[in-house]
């Protein structure tokens, strides 16, 4: 039987821990297209094009679509989020200086594409000092049930945002 | 639970906006190293320090300003305490910071390039907020308000207004961080009924599944 494809976007800044959260979560052997950074980003490699990795829920199968985060592949943003299902923004708790471009996917994203989100905050297992949802949902101008503070290597706690966005459709 | 970051990252709007009516203190650290200690109660500055403590309305919105251009940090930490704080000052923010302004060029302004919207995202108008704008952003308000109303991207406008593109980004920007216009949501203002339902029972199939 034909499983039904169904598109989840995952979006954020550069090191807001993407292709983690989608090599956490997928089932197969995650696609990626990792390339040394010709830019000081922070990390010696980052996603040029796009991640992908599948979740198999029985009838249905969940393309895991990751975006890039560096401003120049912004025109990702737009082809990839067409007919998803939802997206996902990932923001690094203890990186505030990336919201405000994190902000600017979520606005074009949303403006243009009829498309439930949340945002996911990461990092909460390793950072210091810490923006907490509820002042990430300020910050977004969102209800708290649209925030949610993850750990993108766990696999519990990765699946806790693909819920969430589920309740959000 | 703390907020905190830079002051070229976040405007001293945004970060008001933010506190909202919560209380607690704000610390402003200007790149000088001198250190502004406010406390806050129900979106009113009720104490300034500053090496010592500031009584006058005007010397604490001439302070105030030093912050406005984005130099510098913030770092604000809720108080749990209900009790009200002995207040020296009973000073409202709005009225004590300037007017959002347009800068006329990059230079003269905090917001980075990488940061304005993106040309096509789209803004509506909020036309129920009354906010203090400087001239230029007040002109321009005034030459797109309708096109705003409906609904425009920063490229449509540019290309209606024969203005520059970058210029109406910021523009556009300033407006955004004041609030007094918004992103559309398509998801909330384009999807049907009969999708949003179907939407929610395909949402609560896959949260079966992913739950299994």
């Known amino acids: 039987m034909t499983k039904v494809p169904l598109k989840v976007v995952v979006s954020g800044p550069v090191g807001a821990g993407k292709s983690t959260f989608i090599r956490t979560l997928s089932q197969t052997e995650v696609v990626d297209t990792d390339e040394r950074s010709s830019e000081n980003i922070g990390k010696t490699h980052t996603t040029v094009a796009l991640d992908f990795g599948q979740i198999d829920l029985g009838d249905y199968l969940i393309h895991l679509f990751g975006t890039p985060g560096q401003t120049r592949f912004d025109f990702m943003w737009d082809i990839l989020s067409e007919g998803a299902l939802g997206l996902l923004l990932l923001v690094a708790c203890d990186r505030p200086g990336d919201f405000p471009h994190a902000r600017r996917i979520l606005e074009f994203v949303t403006s243009r594409q009829s498309v439930p989100f949340i945002v996911v905050s990461t990092r909460n297992d390793v950072a210091e000092k810490a923006w907490q949802p509820a002042d990430i949902a300020a910050y977004f101008d969102l209800p708290l049930e649209q925030v949610i503070a993850i750990n993108a290597e766990n696999v519990d706690s990765a699946k806790r945002a693909l819920i969430r966005l589920m309740q959000q459709l | ?212």
């Open chain 2, 1 to 212: 639970m703390a907020i905190f970051g830079k002051l070229s990252d976040f405007s001293l709007r945004e970060v008001i906006s933010m506190i909202g009516r919560r209380p607690g203190a704000l610390l402003l650290e200007s790149d000088d190293g001198s250190r502004m200690h406010m406390q806050l109660s129900d979106a009113q500055i009720v104490r300034i320090t500053l090496e010592r403590s500031i009584e006058s309305v005007d010397e604490a919105a001439s302070l105030l300003k030093r912050f406005v251009q984005g130099q510098g940090s913030f770092h604000f930490d809720q108080r749990e305490d209900d009790r009200p704080l002995a207040a020296t000052l009973q000073l409202d923010w709005q009225r004590l910071l300037p007017p959002a302004d347009a800068p006329s060029s990059p230079a003269q302004t905090r917001i980075k390039a990488d940061d304005l919207p993106h040309p096509q995202t789209c803004f509506v108008l909020i036309k129920g907020r009354n906010v203090r704008l400087d001239p230029i952003l007040d002109a321009f308000l005034q030459r797109c308000g309708a096109q705003l109303e409906r609904g425009a991207s920063a490229q449509q406008l540019s290309d209606e207004l024969a203005m520059e593109l970058e210029a109406v980004q910021w523009h556009l920007q300033s407006l955004r961080e004041i609030k007094k216009i918004w992103p559309v949501r398509a998801y909330v203002e384009q999807s049907d009924v009969p999708k949003k339902k179907e939407r929610r029972s395909l949402g609560q199939r896959l949260l079966g599944l992913i739950l299994k």
